[in-house]
């Protein structure tokens, strides 16, 4: 009777064999079918285009390219997202050429704008159905008439969740790339030593930071550390609810550890990007939107 279960299992096991082997078979030349479904996922595009065909900016003064060629001016044409200064090779021009951006790259951001600002200009970039939408914003929510009236972390993640949410709701598949805030203390730290930047600072710009710039008092630095403090809380707002959408890319705090010097700096103002700094954005853009692996 062992013997006789025995010679059934084996039947058996030999009769699964064959079965499975049947079902393993694509037809007849032997090999393993391809998974259902597996090359479909294999033919499928990569969510990040790394070729846009269209690019919609928005932000503030440093994407309005403010004080790049004249003194309380915007520039745009000197902006680093869609200028056409063939110094800045902007990232526009560095994708589209110059005949593209010239047709395909629109400018939305405002001088003055803060992060409250970001949704109607989103609405006004979605509206040209662009590949490529740039962000740059945040330093004016830090610069301001002192530290306690910095845009609140909470406030400055609404409205840019805001932002995408407009964007979104219009645009499913627009790609957005997101520039970190700049490190407003190294700006201090370097403007500081040109006198003429120092006598400029105080008609009113940055106060929260660039206020009293010869002030090393132990207030003046909690105070400047304060700001910063906020600037790497707006980074990290930046980078989480960038890191939500599959379609977003932060730069990964790249702005904000640029080692920028006064040769960067307007001369304007010793504040905004000079055409060179605008230069060194277009680049920091241009590497992290073409990148294959961010």
């Given at each position: ?6 010679r059934?299992r ?15 078979c ?6 393993a ?19 846009p065909?269209s ?16 003194v309380l ?12 200064d063939?110094?800045v090779?902007?990232l526009?021009?560095r ?7 010239a ?9 003055g704008a ?17 590949d ?14 002192s ?13 840019f ?47 929260s ?8 008092t132990g ?14 809380e ?6 989480e ?17 640029y ?24 680049e ?6 073409t990148?294959?692996n961010?």
């Amino acid at each position: 009777m062992r013997k006789r279960s025995h010679r059934v299992r084996t039947a058996l096991a030999v009769v699964a064999a064959v079965v499975v082997g049947a079902a393993g078979c694509d037809g007849g030349d032997g090999s393993a079918p391809r998974p259902e479904g597996t090359k479909a996922r294999a033919a499928r595009p990569p969510v990040w285009d790394r070729s846009p065909e269209s690019i919609a900016a928005v932000g503030d003064s440093i994407t309005r390219g403010f004080d790049a060629c004249t003194v309380l001016s915007d520039c745009p044409e000197a902006s680093w997202a869609t200028g056409s200064d063939a110094r800045v090779d902007s990232l526009a021009v560095r994708l589209l050429g110059a005949a593209g951006a010239a047709e395909h790259s629109w400018n939305y951001a405002v001088t003055g704008a803060r992060m409250a600002d970001l949704p109607e200009q989103m609405e006004q970039a979605a509206s040209h159905a662009p590949d490529l939408v740039t962000v740059m914003v945040g330093g004016n929510d830090a610069c301001r008439s002192s530290a306690s009236a910095m845009t609140s972390v909470a406030e400055f993640r609404a409205d840019f969740e805001e932002a995408m949410g407009t964007l979104r709701s219009a645009q499913p598949k627009t790609q957005v790339y997101v520039s970190s805030v700049p490190d407003l203390k190294r700006l201090w730290s370097e403007g500081r030593t040109n006198m003429l930047g120092k006598q400029v600072w105080k008609l009113g710009i940055c106060p929260s930071m660039l206020a009293d710039a010869d002030d090393l008092t132990g207030a003046a630095m909690l105070r400047r550390d304060s700001v910063q403090r906020r600037v790497v809380e707006y980074n990290k707002v930046l980078e989480e609810v960038c890191a939500k959408d599959r379609r977003c890319r932060f730069d990964d705090n790249a702005v904000y550890h640029y080692r920028f010097g006064t040769g960067q700096l307007s001369h304007w103002d010793w504040f905004h990007p000079s055409k060179d700094g605008q230069a060194q954005l277009a680049e920091i853009a241009y590497r992290r939107i073409t990148a294959r692996n961010p």
